[in-house]
T-cell receptor
């Protein structure tokens, strides 16, 4: 069966510090991968998605970037965090290119102080 | 363009009573529709999905939803609420742009009282 991991689970970082969040998927090949942010009391905002190694699409211009160095690894990064980067970050995967469901990881709670 | 509107931001029910979470969608084509649930500080879990087969869709934990094209609705129901059902629920429509991208509603927070 497929599983998705995210780490760390929680993170407290000062403004201006770098960020690296990691997401890995097991049990499937060539998944589509997604990064979302969920701000407090708000819905999900799609940040990036990837359909293959090195293929990244950005949905919202911002302080963050994403990379996919391996087929089942998706990394979210920032060089300098802003207070507004605080939130709950979720990684998800899907397969196929139609209108299929996504499966979500457990999330990372990021607090920028 | 596709969109989804969850008509209630908060719903409160007593344990053992029915649950109704309302969702309307807008789509220029025949969409796929989903309901996800999120417990506090957890990821999202797929409850059920509609993909143009049967209009009444049964999901996990006793939830079901009915696709009504004439009303552009996809309401989520459960006959009897349990305390463990307290969570945030998201109605979701597939994005016509492909890559399995999804468009999320704003969410409905369900509270269940003893």
């Amino acid at each position: 069966s497929q599983t998705i991991h995210q780490w760390p689970a929680t993170l407290v970082q000062p403004v201006g510090s770098p960020l690296s969040l990691e997401c890995t998927v097991e049990g499937t090949s060539n998944p589509n991968l997604y990064w979302y942010r969920q701000a407090a009391g708000r819905g999900l905002q799609l940040l990036f998605y990837s359909v293959g190694i090195g293929q990244i699409s950005s949905e919202v211009p911002q302080n963050l970037s994403a990379s996919r160095p391996q087929d089942r690894q998706f990394i979210l990064s920032s060089k300098k965090l802003l207070l507004s980067d605080s939130g709950f970050y979720l990684c998800a995967w899907s397969v196929g290119s139609g209108t299929y469901e996504q499966y979500f990881g457990p999330g990372t709670r990021l607090t920028v102080t | 363009a596709q969109s989804v509107t969850q008509l209630d931001s908060h719903v409160s029910v007593s344990e053992g009573t029915p649950v109704l979470l309302r969702c309307n969608y807008s789509s220029s084509y025949s969409p796929s529709l989903f309901w996800y649930v999120q417990h506090p500080n957890k990821g999202l879990q797929l409850l059920l999905k509609y993909t143009s087969a049967a209009t009444l869709v049964k999901g996990i934990n006793g939830f079901e939803a009915e696709f009504k094209k004439s009303e552009t609705s996809f309401h989520l129901t459960k006959p009897s609420a349990h305390m463990s059902d307290a969570a945030e629920y998201f109605c979701v429509v597939s994005d016509q742009g492909g890559y399995n991208k999804l468009i999320f509603g704003a969410g409905t927070r369900l509270a269940v009282h003893p």
